[in-house]
């Protein structure tokens, strides 16, 4: 039988072990289907740990989540990269391998810094540190919001973890601004796409001192 | 307080609603001086003392923040008023089509609503939506003309705001946690004012580094160094009137939000030199680069974009040096936003007229566009805080108050200070005065510069900066602002 607790640690394993797989996605289906799933772990976390801080009734919550998180966000993004036939292998500085590398130094840190702040979480210090070195080691506009969002998802964690969550109302309005931010992004890159025909971040150099 | 967000909400509905430009424009105009004018005097009223709306639940006034929508609120109407003859000459040039005229009017309104629920904001998370709505409500007027250089700033906009405010809110969710370690419940956590009530339990080592989080992260908002790589480029890139609520309402407030943290901080600290040291050094570190970067600027929007970097640098400065130094920042702060505002309306005057940002490209300024010129020049001997701009009176005591307390951090500060006005008195001189070398200046003279509703707004406030310049230094009037300092 498994506790409370346990579930506990398989969410958060989830989430994490999906955000460094996505990491290493060189395709953007295949980093959005990772995405999606590391989401839907944090959503799992969502229930056990509200349940945890003795809230009654956190499936709502946690299906908002899932709806905005692991469905719309990554179909809104594959919808606007195919909107403009943008290429679906996405570019980065680091391979692969070297990728997966750099995400286990990121984790090592992360358990680090876990230690001298006691206050933050592991899986969210994990989470917002990866997110930023995942949008430095690629240069393709999509990688970037990606990173953005598992950023959010680390803020997210801080939440759940420490707090047990945010009211119905408040995680919803939390959830309809990051969206909105995913779309307005979105079509962001579909213009990027469109002016230069390439979804390089490289092409953005025209404002320089 | 809903009527008034109501009305915000219609205005930015009639952009869709309405069917031609022309109505467009009209509605704008119309909702901006009914609903910015109801909340102006709303927010005047509360701060004499006569309290016509109750706000209550997760938000919260204070006399700094009905000052705070009172300067959202004059800037919105004055931005208005100025769009409708910007966004009509674009059109007529064709610049703007008719959907980029929707958009346009559909995001200022809602622009308007997220920095006054900004300033409201008690609870946190309702803070950290309305600071982000400030970034996703321009995201889409900075990326406008849809050019090269407007969608790389756009990008860059709302990338580096978005991350800030992300690492601004674990910082404020590391409050949350400290009240809840300390018995809160998390209603009263999320709380700010609750948590400024119960501040002497709350554990000062996540205060500190929440705070951190929320000074690095909000500060990116405010255009701090090194955060503020985004700011030069969205506002140069943006229509004008929308670069004059960028920068006259917006950095202030998300200043006000990292002033609200500070405080709170202070107050589980148990004194201030803490929270002051980091400020000074932001704020230093602010004035000094925007300096540099003056030295050698070649585009007038972006002088103008890092002179409000060096603002807020100063503001940052001020708010290191305790009560004295908070009342300067709130003096600053409205002479910035009139001044700064009007600055931006009328490089929008001559963008319109001579088709380029750059400063070299714009020669002998003063004969093709005398009116501009003129107020632009007084609008530049403003902001460089030449008296009776009000902006000297602040300075004034924020260099009076640091000497006291950071003798060599303000001598640097004086000699940047310097720097910049020698710059921008030399880039705008260049503007007004360089002689054309060809014989085409004489086929522009001909035309004489007609008077628009710019420059009757930028008169406005250039009359404002100059009276309240003096009034400023009357008991009564400086007994009103140290008491709105005092309430934050």
Known sequence: ?209 | MSILFSILLFAAASAYIARTEKQIRISALVFALVGGGAILLTAIASLFGYSILAVSGWLKADLYSWFMVALVAFTYITATIVSVRYTGEETREKLMTIDMVRIYFFSIPLFILSMILAVFADHLAVLWIGLEGTTLTTTLLVALYRKDASIEAAWKFIMLCSIGIGLGMIGMLMFVHAGIESGLDVFESFSLSTLREHANILSVSTAKLAFVLILVGLGTKVGFVPMHTWLPDAHSKTPSPISALLSGVLLNVAFYAVLRFKTTTDLVIGNASWTNNLMIGFGLLSVVTAALFLLQQRNYKRMLAYSSVEHMGLMGFASGLGPVGVLALTIHAVFHTFTKSALFFLSGEILLSQKTTKIAGIKNLMKVLPITSCLFLLGILAIIAVPPSGLFTSEFMIVGAGLQFYKWPTIVLLVSLSVIAFSMLKSTTSMLYTKEEDSKMSEVIIHKERWTLTHGVAIVQLCLIFLFGLLIMTTPVMEFFTAISKSI
């Open chain 1, 1 to 209: 039988m498994m506790t409370l607790s346990l579930w506990n640690n398989v969410f958060i394993g989830g989430t994490l072990v999906f955000a460094i797989v996505m990491m290493g996605k060189p395709r953007l289906p295949a980093m959005l289907r990772a995405f999606a799933l590391s989401s839907l772990f944090l959503a799992g976390l969502i229930v056990t740990s509200s349940l945890a801080h003795g809230e009654e009734q956190p499936y709502a919550i946690a299906l908002v989540n899932i709806a905005f998180k692991v469905i719309l966000a990554p179909w809104i993004l594959l919808y606007a990269a195919r909107k403009v036939n943008a290429s679906m292998a996405l570019k980065f500085y680091l391979r692969p391998t070297s990728t997966y590398f750099a995400a286990l130094l990121v984790l090592v840190a992360s358990v680090f810094i876990a230690m001298k702040l006691p206050d933050v979480p592991y899986l969210s210090i994990a989470l917002v540190l990866l997110g930023l070195l995942f949008m430095i080691i690629r240069k393709d506009l999509y990688s970037q919001i990606m990173g953005f969002m598992v950023m959010e998802n680390g803020i997210a964690a801080y939440g759940i973890l420490m707090i047990g969550g945010f009211p119905f109302m408040l995680e919803t309005g939390i959830l309809f601004v990051v969206i909105t931010g995913a779309i307005l992004m979105a079509i962001l890159s579909r213009h990027v796409q469109e002016l230069y025909a390439t979804g390089d971040t490289e092409s953005l150099t025209e404002l320089t001192e």
